[in-house]
Each structure stands twice: as C-alpha cells, then as structure tokens.
Nanobody, 124 residues
Framework: QVQLAESGGGSAQSGGSLKLSCAASGFSYNRYCMGWIRQAPGKEREAVATIYIVTGTTTYADSLKGRFTISHDSAKNTLYLQMYNLEVEDTAKYYC?????????????????WGQGTQVTVSS
C-alpha cells in the first residue's frame, strides 16, 4: 500500500526548532518530487519546500527566509523538514506529498500521494 506518514509535529516556542519526518512506504521515491505543504486554519495551502530526489535539487518558498531545510534519507525512504527560528505564523498542519514529476518546485500544485499531516503549533 502506497503511503506517506508524517511525524515530529508538536508545540514549540517562537524562535525554537522542530524536525518533521515523512516515512514513505509501498513505493520507492527515487524518481519522485517530494514536497512539504502546510495549511493554517482559514488560509490557503502553501508549499514550503520541495526536493527532487534523484538530483537532490531543492526549492523553498520565499516567505521562509531560509529558516527551513528539506532533506531525505534514501536508506530509510524518509523525507525531513528541519525548521529553525520558528514563528507564530508557521503554525499550521504540515503535509508531505509526492508526485512523479521532474519539474519539482514550490510552484507545483498537484501531488498524487499525500500523508495525513502533522500539526505544528508555535506560541510567542
């Protein structure tokens, strides 16, 4: 069964850090574009980072100001999102998603596989 499972969300203080994980199962993501997408209550979904696994090419939302890093571990078939210097505005549900698509950027709006999401709450 093709599946993405996020973990690592939780609560943090403004200025703190969190690391999200996304375990992929049922498929090998080597030829996939993997992304982290977040959605806050009442706001539109926002892609925050992508990585094209086969080349390691990454893209990020400009609004993040370099505070997030996307990475992966092929041996574990796991995607990560390291978040630094968290802001209250980062509060959202974070999803990982996958699509077999070489045009892999944060501008991509369609993904074929989604995880269930993990909540990140940042307080001041």
């Amino acid at each position: 069964q093709v599946q993405l499972a996020e973990s690592g969300g939780g609560s943090a203080q403004s200025g703190g850090s969190l690391k999200l994980s996304c375990a992929a199962s049922g498929f090998s993501y080597n030829r996939y574009c993997m992304g982290w997408i977040r959605q806050a209550p009442g706001k539109e979904r926002e892609a925050v980072a992508t990585i094209y696994i086969v080349t390691g090419t990454t893209t990020y939302a400009d609004s993040l100001k370099g505070r997030f890093t996307i990475s992966h571990d092929s041996a574990k078939n796991t995607l990560y999102l390291q978040m630094y210097n968290l802001e209250v505005e980062d509060t959202a549900k974070y999803y990982c998603a996958a699509i077999r698509e070489p045009q892999c950027t944060v501008g991509l709006s369609v993904y074929h596989i989604w995880g269930q999401g993990t909540q990140v709450t940042v307080s001041s």
